[in-house]
T-cell receptor, first 114, second 112 residues
Framework: GAGVSQSPRYKVAKRGQDVALRCDPI?????LFWYQQALGQGPEFLTY????????KSGLPSDRFFAERPEGSVSTLKIQRTQQEDSAVYLC????????????FGPGTRLLVL | GENVEQHPSTLSVQEGDSAVIKCTYS??????FPWYKQELGKRPQLIID?????GEKKDQRIAVTLNKTAKHFSLHITETQPEDSAVYFC???????????FGKGTKLTVNP
């Protein structure tokens, strides 16, 4: 079956632009996660949804970062007024049930802020 | 919160040799420990995981061991092959939460 998909795969933004990153989880997966992966580092947790409820947003680095999952399926991570330090790969993962269970990752969106 | 340390950061082995990667964690309430393999530019892929009620788990050439007392877990790859070359990440789920906390990764190179 189809895995987690993300779009766009690559995004170049000028500093100060707003960007929106999309995640399509595996069908039927209840939980959805966003991670940020800087070059040469491990993924770092940003936020977690169970269905449409955002249960943990403790990893969001600033109030410029906002995530939503209004219908409990597709999720969007929005970054306002992008800055160079936002350049990273943004990974989405989903799992069938509530943790701790296997999280399946998407291919990521590579964001470059110039 | 949880902190995961991973060693070594790079590991080079000859084809057919074994490779061992070690991780330690800080939160005694952590109860789930997955290992992911990430090839350059690709998504992290789960290769094996272990829960805190189990001490060891094997899947063909891959095994993971967990020592809850010492709060460390290790990945063992036997009979390594060039296609095992990748970055490997250990992770632990923070007790009382849903978030995975990752180590910094180990770049494994298997030389033919």
């Amino acid at each position: 079956g189809a895995g987690v998909s993300q779009s766009p795969r690559y995004k170049v933004a000028k500093r100060g632009q707003d960007v929106a990153l999309r995640c399509d989880p595996i069908s039927g997966h209840v939980s959805l996660f966003w991670y940020q992966q800087a070059l040469g580092q491990g993924p770092e947790f940003l936020t977690y949804f169970q269905n449409e409820a955002q249960l943990d947003k403790s990893g969001l680095p600033s109030d410029r970062f906002f995530a939503e999952r209004p219908e409990g399926s597709v999720s969007t991570l929005k970054i306002q007024r992008t800055q160079q330090e936002d350049s990273a790969v943004y990974l989405c993962a989903s799992s069938l049930e509530t943790p701790p269970v296997t999280q399946y990752f998407g291919p990521g969106t590579r964001l470059l802020v110039l | 919160g949880e902190n995961v340390e991973q060693h070594p950061s790079t590991l080079s082995v000859q084809e057919g040799d074994s490779a061992v990667i070690k991780c330690t964690y800080s939160d005694s309430a952590s109860n789930y420990f997955p290992w992911y393999k990430q090839e350059l530019g690709k998504r992290p892929q789960l290769i094996i995981d272990i829960r805190s009620n189990v001490g060891e788990k094997k899947d063909q050439r891959i095994a993971v061991t967990l020592n809850k007392t010492a709060k460390h877990f290790s990945l063992h790859i036997t009979e390594t092959q060039p296609e095992d070359s990748a970055v490997y990440f250990c992770a632990a789920i923070q007790g009382g939460s849903e978030k995975l906390v990752f180590g910094k990764g180990t770049k494994l190179t298997v030389n033919p």
